[in-house]
């Protein structure tokens, strides 16, 4: 059974530095997607970032980046020069191809200014 | 573009009522999906529609969870009858046919918040 797990239920960072969350998932599979969304206050849950695990290389969305380690089924995600406006619920998420996501439990992030 | 809406935002009902929440996902969107989360607790799927066929309904706890999607537009989800254990936040997504790439992304509403009292 596919199970992701994020092992900080909050966290806070400064503005302008440097966070890193942390996720870990269990797959059978070779081919499958992960992904990070954000859920800001209130409001609706969007794409920050994905990896395709064929990909040896990690995906980078200009402040966004992850730490992807296929081996050890670790996919971290790294937040450079935080806002306030990246204050939110962050859920790790796994997807084999074309099917239901899986997600952490999620990660609140508070940035402080 | 408009994005997955779902309604109500908010629903207050007393256990054993009935309630049904819809969602109307991205337009040309065939894949449909019910997630819920319970407090505290991950986000759970719960079922996949492509256009009116359930293509998955492994997620559903039980028979009290109805879903719909007449003419594979939008989608209705009904709780009847509604338990204190159901309370939660039932999420929608909807992403495109799989035939247009491998990454099926899914695109969420804003969900609708359940409290059973």
């Known amino acids: 059974a596919q199970t992701v797990t994020q092992s900080q239920p909050e966290m806070s960072v400064q503005e302008a530095e440097t966070v890193t969350l942390s996720c870990t998932y269990d797959t059978s599979e070779n081919n499958y997607y992960l992904f990070w969304y954000k859920q800001p206050p209130s409001r609706q849950m969007i794409l920050v970032i994905r990896q395709e695990a064929y990909k040896q290389q990690n995906a980078t969305e200009n402040r966004f980046s992850v730490n992807f380690q296929k081996a050890a089924k670790s996919f971290s995600l790294k937040i450079s020069d935080s806002q306030l406006g990246d204050t939110a619920m962050y859920f790790c998420?796994?997807?084999?191809?074309?099917?239901?996501?899986?997600f952490g439990a999620g990660t609140i992030l508070r940035v402080k200014s | 573009e408009a994005g997955v809406t779902q309604f109500p935002s908010h629903s207050v009902i007393e256990k054993g009522q009935t309630v049904t929440l819809r969602c109307d996902p991205i337009?040309?969107?065939?894949?449909l999906y019910w997630y819920r989360r319970v407090m505290g607790k991950e986000i759970k799927f719960l079922l996949h529609f492509v256009k009116e066929s359930k293509q998955d309904e492994s997620g559903m706890p039980n028979n009290r969870f109805l879903a719909e999607r007449t003419g594979g537009t939008y989608s209705t989800l009904k709780v009847q009858p509604a338990e204190l254990e159901d309370s939660g936040v039932y999420f929608c997504?909807?992403?495109?046919?799989?035939?247009?790439?491998?990454?099926?992304?899914?695109?969420f509403g804003p969900g609708t918040r359940l409290t059973v009292l």
């Open positions: 997504a909807s992403s495109q046919d799989l035939a247009g790439g491998p990454v099926n992304e899914q695109f």
């Open positions: 998420a796994l997807q084999e191809y074309g099917n239901k996501l899986v």
């Open positions: 337009s040309g969107h065939d894949n």
